[in-house]
């Protein structure tokens, strides 16, 4: 079965030096093939799925807990790894510093 809602994990980081501030603007890691951005067209690559992607639709029917790798997901890209910043669409920090 489908439900009718379907809920989103979103990775965000900011430059603000306190992350608590209101006026902090926060930059959202777009994915290849996660939805994100309404106006964006869809990625169609049936029958495969890319996989980080895949895997962060699942994450989102359960806690970091028992999805322990977001964790390690979070500080690579916190660290600017360029590996794993090659599975993102997008780097909301490319050639400044990181979040």
Same mark, same amino acid.
């Given at each position: 079965?489908?439900?009718?809602?379907?809920?989103?994990?979103?990775?965000?980081?900011t430059?603000?030096?306190?992350p608590?501030?209101?006026?902090?603007? /926060?930059?959202?890691?777009?994915?290849?093939?996660? &939805?994100?951005?309404?106006?964006r067209?869809?990625?169609?690559?049936?029958?495969?799925?890319?996989?980080?992607? /895949?895997?962060?639709?699942?994450?989102?029917?359960?806690?970091?807990?028992?999805?322990? /790798?977001?964790?390690?997901?979070?500080?690579?890209l916190?660290?600017?790894?360029?590996?794993?910043?090659?599975?993102?669409?997008?780097?909301?920090?490319?050639?400044?510093?990181? &979040?």
């Amino acid at each position: 079965s489908i439900t009718k809602e379907r809920t989103e994990v979103i990775l965000q980081g900011t430059s603000s030096l306190d992350p608590n501030d209101p006026a902090a603007v /926060w930059e959202e890691y777009d994915f290849k093939c996660k &939805p994100g951005d309404l106006k964006r067209r869809p990625c169609f690559i049936s029958p495969y799925h890319y996989r980080l992607d /895949w895997l962060m639709w699942f994450a989102a029917f359960q806690t970091y807990e028992q999805n322990e /790798w977001i964790i390690h997901l979070a500080g690579k890209l916190l660290a600017q790894e360029e590996e794993t910043l090659s599975l993102m669409a997008t780097n909301p920090f490319a050639g400044r510093a990181p &979040p």
